[in-house]
Structures are given as structure tokens and as C-alpha cells.
């Protein structure tokens, strides 16, 4: 260092301590600077532009300028420019908490800014030190900069949000001081319960990603009825879907635009009815449409396109062939097929499931074989090749089944035994087909099951186990490469008899519902990303017990949850939605 520019230094006793090595560097703009180290061009009052830096011996404002040549403003703590821009005020607050998780922050300035200065990198969103993905505008009416989060933010997690000096004003001086604050997403609840004005018997249920659910149910056999539930605006009014027949066994998928599809059977022959743009079309025959016995164990689901594939077991004199049809957008519904092999069996308990590109695996067992089967299928290359999971060691029960966007699959049962009962699970994946099933010992028999996708790589499996009068809810986790984890007990106690459900959303977490006896009530219980269960949650505190439980949710984590209430001899739904 010169001795000029020492004696400079001692002789400024009142310059900041901690000094950022000389630059020397007369500047237009910020990236004139070395902006690794934070350096700014700031404005002196002379008019002269000088690289400057943060430091904490500095007043607010102020910014440390190691120049020593022009303005005579050599290692001094620059003041801000006239005029420079402040901020006026930020949205959330400061220590806001219950914010939503898309929230709209807003940066209002003092001064009309420069836009191309405020973008994701002077206007940032932390959680936890590690940078959140924003999109950011600025709305120059207003000189208000809005960050947008295109994902969902994590409930009861807090944020730091931050603006730097570099955002500049349109003069190009930077920031007075950095704004940061934090703010906290709220927790989801449970509203309070309420009855539903119109008895859905036993309804199906299913929401898409836009929190819009589609209850639909057949009140005596005569008529199909669907009705929609909004999560701001509640219930729609109820629409008739189908009358004049012998309706049965109603099942609704829901596409991300909020539209989808219902089916039922009726007399011998399988129908459905595709809901568009808030309206249901025309009822379809969709079977084979030939003397059949009966149509069993039919399901739906659907793509992200609204595209449909339906399976469905055709009974003829108590020999069963798997069957399905697909509905696409060019084409609308094709013609029904069914799988030559294996040929027609004792089978039941058929289960599907569909991805948001039209992939889809079923599964069903077939008993006399102690097989559980799994075939996938495609929207528009048809089936593919069965596979059997075949045991010596009890019967199967309560397959279920999971696709991921991806094209993986996971199929768990049930194994009734009473020397080793047992879970069992394996995936599919492409080019490798089925794995080893894995087995996890359970303590009883399982006598039901439901299956929910806990995050990329582990599924979340429940199922109720009965011993005695004894009936509880028990839930594992399970992985590809770690397998299950130590089964856990998720109702308060031995009285969980009034059915049980799971739903999951796109971020890791899942909710389970489930009745109980002993006093009567719906209960229900979070699952974290971790793989903690929370703290059990009364839902409805019912009087009497409850039966026909169902939850669905959307990718955001808002869920619906349905269970029936005998009132007078009539099964009445009530509900509640976990927002």
C-alpha cells in the first residue's frame, strides 16, 4: 500500500474498522464492480461513480468506498444518493404468520425502478438458507416488485425473503439499505363438520389438482346423480346424471381440469358419462355390449389430457375375464377388450390405476391359485404382459395399487395366514419388469388395505387389523431400496370399525381418516415428509358410528373427507374439508 495512502488511513480515525482491499474502480454500473464481493456502484455527491461496499460500521445506508483518487472520499462511508430509493413496505409482513402457500409478496419502492434490476436476483426467497425458485415482476404503475413461488410453499415452515441494493431506480442509484424479513406458511385445519343437505348413498369421490371434487351415487338404484364441491364455494347443486334404470356401483375419476368421468353399471352392461366445460354428457354403453351376467369390480381413471381408461370383470357363469375400454380425445370411446391370457378365472377384487400420461396397472387376485395378477396398460398401445405373484403360504388379499408419472408402479396385498400373515409389495419399473415382492410380518391378518403415494420414492400402505373384537389401524411406509419400515398403530386404540381411508398430495404428505367406535367419532392423522405421523385429530365427534369413510385430496395437500351417520333410518353424509 503507498505511505500516502496510510497516512490517509491513520489519519481517519473515524473509518469503518473492517476494510474491503482497495479497488480503486470508477464505475458506470453494479457489474463494473466485483460483485462477488457484494460491491455496488454508488453514487457519490459529486455526480462521480464509485465501486463501494457493504459493512457493518457503516450507518444505515451508507456503504464503505475504498477509492483514494476523485471526490476526496478516499476509505469513508459513502452516503446514499439524493433521491435514492427506499422501501416503503412489504407484503406478508414482517412475522406474518398463516400465509398462504402460493402467496403474491409484494415490494412497494419510493421510487420508480429500473425493471431490468429487479428479477430473482435482487429479489430473492429462502427457506432454510437454501434458495426457493420465484418468479418475479414489477408493476411500474405501483413501483411494486411481486415475487411468485410457481410451487406450492411448505405448510408451517417459515421463509426469509430479501431485496438487495442492487435493485436500482431508474436514475440507476441502488437501494438506500436491503429489506429482509421472514414470514410463516400456516398449517392446514380441519373445518368444522357439517351435513350434507341431500342423501349421497355411499357416493364415489375423487378431486383434481384444482381442489374441485366430484361426489357421485346412486340414491335408490334408479338414478345416477353427480355434485360437485368447491373449496371456497362449497357445494354445487346436484346434477342427474342417469335415471330410468337399474343403476349400481358408481365410480368418478377427476382430469387437472376439473372434468372427468362417472361409471356404473346397469342391468348386465357397464355405462359412463364424461363431465365437460360443467356438463355431463349423454350416457354410454361401454362394455362389449353381449349377454352378460354381470359387470364387477369396475374402475375409472384418468390422465391429465381428460382421457379415460376404465377396467372392469365380466361374469359369465361365475368365470370372470378382465376387460377394459379407453376413451381418448381424438377418438372418444374405443371399442372394449378383453385379455386373452390368462384366460377367464375365479377372479376378484380388480384395482387401478392411472398416471397423468395415460399409463395405467391393474391388479386382482385370483384365489384358487393364491395369485395376485398385474398387467399394464396404455391409452393408446393397449395391453401389455400379465404378471402373477404366486404363493404357498396363505391366501392374498386386498391388492392394491400405485403408477407414478414416471411409469413406476408399486402393487401390495394382503397374505391370510395364521403360521406367517403378511404385507407384500413390489415395483415395476421400465425394462425390469416386477421385482421380488418384499414381505413385511404383521402381527394379524390383514382384512383390508388402502395404498397412498408418500413421496418419489416410498408409499405409505394402511390397512386394518382385527383380533378378536379388536379392530385397529396400522400404517408402514415402503421403499425400493429400504423396503417397509416398522409397521406403527395410527388409531388411539382397539375400536377403529368404521372404515378407513388415505389420500396424498404432491408434496410428501399424506392424510388418513378413519372411524371409531368406542365413543363414536371420525379421526384423522397427518403424515409428514419426515415419516412421523402427527398428533391424532377428532375430526367430528359423531354420537353414533360412522361408516363408508373417504378422503381424496389435490397436489397443494386441501383434502375432502365423506363418512355416512345413520338419522332416523336414512344414511346422511356429512363432511369436512382439511385446508
Not at 371434487?213 to 338404484?221: E, F, I, L, R
Not at 346424471?241 to 343403476?247: K, L, R, V
Not at 415428509?529 to 397436489?555: F, K, M, N, Y
Request: charged share 20%.
Amino acid at each position: 500500500m503507498p505511505p500516502s495512502r496510510v497516512a490517509l488511513l491513520l489519519a481517519l480515525t473515524w473509518a469503518p474498522t473492517s476494510c474491503t482491499p482497495a479497488r480503486n474502480v470508477q464505475c458506470l454500473v453494479d457489474e463494473d464492480c466485483d460483485l462477488a464481493t457484494g460491491a455496488t456502484c454508488a453514487l457519490a455527491a459529486t455526480g462521480n461513480r464509485w465501486c463501494a461496499y457493504a459493512d457493518p460500521d457503516c450507518a444505515s445506508g451508507h456503504r464503505y468506498s475504498d477509492y483514494e483518487i476523485g471526490d476526496g472520499l478516499a476509505g469513508t462511508c459513502v452516503p446514499p444518493a439524493p433521491g435514492a430509493p427506499r422501501v416503503l413496505s412489504v407484503t406478508p409482513p414482517e412475522s406474518a404468520t398463516d400465509v398462504e402457500v402460493r402467496p403474491e409478496v409484494r415490494v412497494a419502492f419510493s421510487e420508480p425502478m429500473d425493471p431490468t434490476s429487479i428479477d430473482a436476483s435482487t429479489i430473492r426467497l429462502a427457506r432454510d438458507g437454501t434458495p426457493v425458485t420465484v418468479a418475479v415482476s414489477y408493476e411500474a404503475a405501483t413501483r411494486t416488485a411481486v415475487l411468485r413461488p410457481p410451487q406450492p410453499l411448505e405448510r408451517g415452515v417459515s421463509y426469509v425473503a430479501s431485496v438487495l441494493q442492487a435493485a436500482r431506480d431508474l436514475d440507476g442509484n441502488g437501494l438506500v439499505e436491503a429489506a429482509t424479513w421472514t414470514f410463516t406458511v400456516g398449517e392446514r385445519q380441519w373445518d368444522a363438520p357439517g351435513r350434507v343437505d341431500v342423501a349421497m348413498v355411499a357416493p364415489s369421490l375423487a378431486m383434481g389438482p384444482s381442489g374441485t371434487a366430484v361426489a357421485v351415487w346412486s340414491p335408490d338404484g334408479s338414478e345416477i346423480w353427480a355434485r360437485i364441491h368447491d373449496l371456497t364455494s362449497g357445494w354445487g347443486a346436484p346434477q342427474r346424471i342417469a335415471s330410468d334404470g337399474e343403476h349400481a356401483a358408481p365410480r368418478v375419476a377427476v382430469a387437472t381440469s376439473g372434468d372427468g368421468f362417472a361409471i356404473w353399471s346397469r342391468g348386465a352392461g357397464l355405462y359412463a358419462s364424461r363431465r365437460s366445460a360443467g356438463s355431463w354428457s349423454e350416457p354410454v354403453r361401454i362394455d362389449a355390449s353381449e349377454s352378460v351376467v354381470r359387470v364387477v369390480d369396475a374402475r375409472v381413471g384418468v390422465s391429465d389430457r381428460g382421457e379415460a381408461i376404465v377396467t372392469w370383470l365380466e361374469d359369465r357363469d361365475g368365470l370372470r375375464s378382465l376387460v377394459a375400454n379407453r376413451f381418448t380425445i381424438e377418438a372418444g370411446w374405443g371399442a372394449a377388450t378383453r385379455l386373452e391370457s390368462p384366460g377367464p378365472g375365479n377372479y376378484r377384487e380388480l384395482e387401478l390405476s392411472v398416471n397423468a400420461t395415460g399409463k395405467a396397472v391393474a391388479v386382482w387376485l385370483e384365489p384358487e391359485r393364491a395369485a395376485v395378477w398385474a398387467i399394464d396398460l396404455d391409452l393408446r398401445a393397449g395391453w401389455g404382459l400379465p404378471h402373477a405373484f404366486e404363493s404357498s403360504e396363505g391366501e392374498p388379499v386386498t391388492p392394491g395399487v400405485l403408477i407414478d408419472a414416471g411409469g413406476e408402479a408399486i402393487c401390495v396385498w394382503g397374505t391370510l395366514s395364521l403360521e406367517s400373515p403378511r404385507i407384500s409389495q413390489s415395483r415395476h419399473t421400465a425394462g425390469r419388469g416386477w421385482s421380488t415382492p418384499i414381505d413385511l410380518a404383521v402381527a394379524w391378518s390383514p382384512s383390508d388395505m388402502r395404498i397412498a403415494r408418500a413421496s418419489a420414492s416410498a408409499s405409505v400402505v394402511l390397512w386394518s387389523q382385527t383380533i378378536g373384537s379388536a379392530q385397529s389401524i396400522w400404517a408402514s411406509r415402503v421403499t425400493l431400496e429400504a423396503g417397509w419400515e416398522a409397521p406403527q398403530r395410527i388409531s388411539v386404540d382397539d375400536t377403529a370399525t368404521g372404515g378407513f381411508a388415505i389420500a396424498a398430495d404432491a408434496h410428501d404428505r399424506a392424510v388418513a381418516i378413519w372411524g371409531h367406535s368406542y365413543p363414536a367419532a371420525i379421526w384423522a392423522r397427518r403424515l409428514h415428509p419426515d415419516g412421523r405421523w402427527g398428533t391424532p385429530h377428532v375430526v367430528h365427534a359423531v354420537g353414533v358410528p360412522a361408516s363408508s369413510v373417504q378422503i381424496a385430496a389435490d397436489p397443494d395437500g386441501n383434502a375432502l373427507a365423506l363418512w355416512d351417520v345413520v338419522e332416523a333410518s336414512t344414511y346422511w353424509p356429512w363432511f369436512s374439508t382439511f385446508r
